[in-house]
């Protein structure tokens, strides 16, 4: 019997509407990283397509993530992730690229070149809103030193962020370029550490803890077998929505001041439930796409956002960067051919979201605390609903 197995016959058995609230504060107390599971432990598998053998970003060969994780005292919640495209020099070696915006109300260093000249030339980096500075520093720094770089005089440095100022000090400048340069040194192939770690450390989705998540498909194209991956940094609101089940409407964050259970006089539940905050979504292909086709697929990874609940709110800056590593001589794929991908990285954004809000745990800092989602009853849920 696999986990999935066990976590739903233990659902059957203990999932009542009263008992609800209760196994969820029991739950999320009682987690820890070590036991989180991941989408596809509980079932979850959005579309047809097979993962790749780590179902993550890093699935795309040379693909590369490195993460800076700062909890310090009650107020230092935050960090930094880097996606490296291959392990060489970046500036020398570019990559096609592409850049979508969902909702604009957020920062995204260096997208404006990377629109314009459909080529990424340094590590993409993730961190919170106010370490966007530090971070174009030690992106800069890190490029300059590669060798081979010794006369360049400009850097295009691409570094997105979201809000955690909830959880985390953003106020106290606690990245530092040092520490944006360790995460790029840090990157690796491999496993990619999912939740409250890295530019997830200290954000929130849909009320609940979130973090960093990942994903992966393959794509088989004719005689070819082509991979999309895909990295996220939620921290956006709406009504959170796991394989179309509303789970909104069953578990409510403690704090939230919506009540999913009351309704108007015209059968319409609470309006309240809070939209605002920002998704910076990461995609890699290996399959050879011009930049105009990367900024297509980024378009499908903020176009997946909706299938997990988000609303594209005022307050939320939604953001996709895409881009290939396939620097081999050959042809591009023509826009005929690219239907599969974009089905491949929506299905990965919608797994990538739920991981990241399955692998986090209860968070407190900054005078506040953020629950981790409830395992028990969120599994018992989306048995019965199923």
Not at 19 to 27: G, H, P
Not at 58 to 87: F, N, W, Y
Not at 202 to 215: Q, V
Not at 295 to 302: G, I, K, P, Q, S
Request: net charge neutral; glycine share 12%.
């Amino acid at each position: 019997m696999t986990r999935g197995d066990r976590l739903r016959e233990r659902g059957r058995a203990a999932f009542t509407p009263a008992l609800t609230f209760a196994l969820a504060l029991l739950a999320a107390h009682a987690s820890t990283a070590a036991d989180r599971p991941r989408a596809r432990d509980l079932g979850i598998s959005p579309g047809v397509m097979e993962p790749g053998p780590l179902d993550a970003i890093t699935d795309v060969p040379g693909v590369m993530v490195g993460q800076v994780t700062l909890v310090d005292g009650d107020r230092v919640r935050t960090g930094v992730t880097a996606i490296l495209p291959h392990g060489g020099n970046l500036f020398r070696d570019k990559v096609p690229g592409g850049v979508f915006i969902g909702n604009a109300f957020g920062k995204l260093a260096g997208s404006t070149q990377v629109h314009e000249l459909g080529t990424i030339e340094t590590p993409i980096m993730l961190t919170n809103t106010l370490a966007v500075g530090p971070a174009i520093e030690g992106v800069v720094a890190w490029t300059l030193a590669q060798p081979g770089n010794e006369a360049v005089r400009s850097v295009n440095a691409l570094v997105g962020e979201t809000n955690d100022g909830r959880l985390n000090d953003i106020r106290g400048g606690h990245v530092t370029r040092a520490q944006v340069l360790a995460a790029i040194r840090a990157a690796r192939p491999g496993a990619v550490e999912e939740g409250a770690v890295g530019a997830g450390t200290g954000t929130i989705a849909f009320g609940w803890k979130a973090g960093i998540g990942t994903a992966s498909r393959r794509v088989p194209l004719g005689a070819d077998r082509w991979t999309v991956g895909v990295l996220v940094q939620a921290n956006f609101g709406g009504r959170l929505t796991i394989a179309g089940v509303p789970v909104w409407r069953h578990l409510v964050p403690p704090g939230d001041e919506r009540d999913a259970s009351r309704d108007d006089r015209h059968g319409r539940a609470d309006m309240t439930a809070p939209a605002d905050g920002s998704c910076m979504i990461v995609v890699a292909t290996d399959a050879p796409l011009d930049a105009r086709n990367l900024e297509r697929l980024a378009a499908r990874a903020v176009y997946a956002m909706a299938r997990t609940g988000s609303t594209y709110s005022n307050g939320s800056g939604d953001f996709a960067i895409a881009f290939s590593t396939q620097r081999a001589p050959r042809e591009r794929l023509s826009t005929d051919a690219v239907s599969p991908l974009f089905e491949a990285v929506m299905d990965s954004t919608e797994e990538a979201i739920y991981n990241s809000l399955l692998r986090a745990t209860d968070t407190a800092g900054n005078g506040q605390t953020a629950r981790a989602l409830p395992i028990a009853p969120l599994e018992a849920l989306l048995t019965t609903r199923r």
